[in-house]
Every structure is written in structure tokens, then in C-alpha cells.
């Protein structure tokens, strides 16, 4: 059996993306920015495109920006709120220590560059308080920047009641909500949300296109200079074909958002069931308040690098961590933010379920990752350490 449980690294493109593409490849190649029917054409996809995205999100069209994916929305909506400040004096921004690389090696940057940020604690359920967000609000604070779900443990945030009380307190609210695009209900004016970065791979479109939504009124900074595209906001040819791939599959995914998450949900719990049975064993996150696909465990005494690959042979990909994370031997981040130990952070395995994933290959999923973990454990010093007394379980 081939099983691809890793939705959250990236997803298959659904049939109506990859036929929207064809589409502009085959014969819609005029460049948008041609004044001649062929460019104009490809012009009107592009803004049919930006009305779908905008629809989908409760935003206007004019508030779409199309990006080359979520890191660099993520990058274009932190610079602006720090640009924005600046002309202020504000100099402080409100972050949270489980974020995207995207959103925190941004913030690093602007630390250096004279800003002061605070991180504030994910609690051991993965999620942030609002009354400590709003605590941390200061007077030169410019912008608060919080994702919507996280993409390791699930963890949907309280993303309306943080929106109220920056709106309250005059402060930017940027939401990287990358994971949650197409899988869960968004409405950026209830839900009080400023900027909201998204990235089409992660709901069945192509990689290497997103959208930046920024409220009327923001002024954007362009990371990249050059002609006068999405409002001189972000030069270079638009990506007609991606973007048109993007508005197709959020379209779709929108439109059977509800089935969808109940489907997946079902297949979720059923996992976390499963696998709670093993020993010694922990969900990472909120067992409710998380994504429909996400499942993130912890196992005490083996590496989840070792699961992976013992999972990949039985056909199952899956993901321990971030894919951005693996790869160095530090554990995740995000794991660490929620009070996991070291040791325990590194036997962590994340399986992110589709749509398309069955109740049979759920089944299969938990008979393998137990038959793996008690496996790995055999020849496991740490695990023998842990049987024999001579170090004491966490989990
Ligand atoms: C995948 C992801 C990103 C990066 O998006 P790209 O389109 O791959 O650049 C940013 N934030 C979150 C939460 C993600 O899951």
C-alpha cells in the first residue's frame, strides 16, 4: 500500500488546478501586461483569479496580491507592518515562538536591523493566550503577527478574539495562515485580520505561487523592484498559469470545505486513537482545537528520523518535524515551544491526512507505526534505560 500522509509539506494538485494550467500554457501565454487580445486575455485570468482568491477569503479584490508562495507573503507582510511602524517610531512587534522559519528568520533579521520582538510561549496544548498577547502589547508596538494553524501540531489559534484586541489596541495583525487556506472558514474583516499570507501547494494548486491579502490602507513594501506589476507592489511577468492553478484549487477546496474537514476529521481521530494506544506515548497539541488532517505524536525512546524511514519502506510517507527541519539534528522548534524535551521532541512523527485518505489506510497507518515503534525500541539503549528504571519516563 502507498500512502501519502504528509499533506502539510505539500499536497497533490487537483485535476481542475492542473487543467486551469494547461489552459494558460497551451494557449493562454499572452503576458498580461500586452495591450494586444492575447494579453488581455491573460490579463482577465489573472483578475478572475484575484476576484476567486478574495471571494474565498471574505477580502475585495484589491487586496490580493500574488506572491511566489507563502514564505515570501509571509516576508512582504512583516516588512511592511516594520516599514509602516517605523514612520511611527514604533519599533516592537508581538510574535509567537512556534512560527514558520518564514515568519522568524524575518523577525531576526528586522532584530538586528534596531527592532525589538517578543516571542510570546505557546502553552503546552499549542496555543497562545490572548490575555498574555495582550499584555505584551506595548505603545510602540506595530504589529502582531500570530499563525492561524500551525504547521507541525495542527493548532488552530483563537485568530478572531487576537484580531479584536490588536484592532482594539491599534496595532497590525498579520496571520500566516498557510496551513489553513482552503481548509478552514476565513473571513478576514469578522475575523479582524489586517494581513494573511497563503500558498497554493498546500491546498492542491502548484508550489512556487501565494497570495498576500493586505487590507486597503496598508502600504506595502516590494521586496523586488523592477516593473509596475500587482500594483507596483511586486515586479516580474505574473505567473499566469500558477496563479490561475491557485484560484481553481482554493475555489474547489472552498466549495467542499465542510465534507472535507468532517471526512478528515473522522480519519484524524481515528489515528490519534490508534496510536494513543501505544505506550509511552503523546498527541502534540490540542486533541480538538487542531486541523482536520494534522496528527503529531510523540513516542518516548526512538528517533523519529528512524520511524520515517522504516515507514517509508512499508510505504507510508510521513514527516517527523517540519520538512524544513529535517535534515539538521536539532529537534523542532515548535516541539521544544510546547514544553517537549529534547529526547522526547525527537521520536516525533507528524501524519497529515488528505481528502482522499481512507479508513483502510488509517488502519494500516496505526498496525505499522506500532509494529515500527515497539521495533525500533528492541534495539533502543535509551528505550532499555527506560525499562530498566535507571532513567525515569516522561511520557
Ligand atoms: C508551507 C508553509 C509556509 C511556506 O510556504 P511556501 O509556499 O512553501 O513558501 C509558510 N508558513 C507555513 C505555516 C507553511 O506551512
Avoid at 339 to 350: F, K, P
Amino acid at each position: 500500500m502507498q500512502i501519502y500522509a504528509d499533506n502539510a509539506a505539500t499536497t497533490k494538485m487537483s485535476r481542475a488546478a492542473i487543467d486551469a494550467m494547461l489552459r494558460c500554457m497551451e494557449e493562454e501565454y499572452g503576458n498580461p501586461s500586452s495591450l494586444y487580445a492575447r494579453g488581455q486575455r491573460a490579463k482577465e485570468i489573472l483578475e478572475q483569479a484575484r476576484a476567486d482568491v478574495a471571494a474565498v477569503i471574505g477580502a475585495e479584490p484589491g487586496e490580493i496580491y500574488f506572491t511566489s508562495g507563502g514564505s515570501e507573503a509571509d516576508n512582504q507582510a512583516i516588512r511592511s507592518a516594520a516599514e509602516m511602524g517605523k514612520k511611527q517610531g514604533k519599533r516592537h512587534i508581538i510574535s509567537t515562538a512556534f512560527e514558520h522559519h518564514a515568519v522568524l528568520h524575518t523577525l531576526k533579521k528586522l532584530e538586528k536591523e534596531g527592532f525589538a520582538v517578543t516571542l510570546l510561549d505557546v502553552h503546552e496544548d499549542g496555543l497562545v493566550r490572548v490575555d498574555e498577547l495582550e499584555a505584551a502589547i506595548r505603545e510602540d508596538t506595530c504589529l502582531v503577527t500570530v499563525m492561524f494553524a500551525n504547521n507541525e501540531i495542527g493548532t488552530i489559534q483563537p485568530i478572531r478574539e487576537i484580531g479584536a484586541v490588536c484592532k482594539k489596541h491599534g496595532v497590525l495583525f498579520h496571520t500566516d495562515a498557510v496551513q489553513a487556506t482552503g481548509h478552514l472558514p476565513i473571513d478576514v474583516k469578522a475575523d479582524n485580520i489586517d494581513m494573511l499570507s497563503a500558498s497554493a501547494h498546500k491546498f492542491h494548486g502548484p508550489k512556487g505561487v501565494g497570495f498576500l491579502y493586505a487590507r486597503k490602507g496598508i502600504r506595502l513594501v516590494n521586496l523586488i523592484e523592477g516593473g509596475a506589476q500587482e500594483k507596483g507592489k511586486r515586479a516580474g511577468t505574473e505567473n499566469v498559469a500558477g496563479v490561475a492553478g491557485m484560484a481553481a484549487a482554493l475555489k474547489e477546496s472552498a466549495a467542499h470545505m465542510a465534507e472535507n474537514a468532517e471526512h478528515m476529521r473522522k480519519i484524524r481521530d481515528r489515528l490519534i486513537k490508534g496510536l494513543s494506544a501505544i505506550p509511552h506515548s503523546a498527541l502534540n497539541g490540542d486533541a480538538s482545537k487542531r486541523l482536520p488532517g494534522n496528527v503529531n505524536f510523540c513516542f518516548e525512546g526512538i528517533e523519529g528520523e528512524s520511524l520515517l524511514l522504516l515507514l517509508d519502506d512499508r510505504g507510508i510517507s510521513a514527516s517527523s518535524g517540519s520538512a524544513c527541519t529535517s535534515g539538521s539534528l536539532d529537534p523542532s522548534h515548535v516541539l521544544l515551544a510546547i514544553g517537549r524535551v529534547h529526547d522526547v521532541a525527537h521520536g516525533s512523527l507528524r501524519l497529515s491526512i488528505g481528502e482522499a485518505t481512507t479508513e483502510e489506510e488509517a488502519a494500516y497507518i496505526v498496525r505499522n507505526v506500532k509494529e515500527v515503534v515497539e521495533y525500533l525500541r528492541g534495539f533502543s539503549p535509551v528505550w532499555r534505560d527506560l525499562t530498566s528504571g535507571k532513567t525515569p519516563f516522561i511520557l
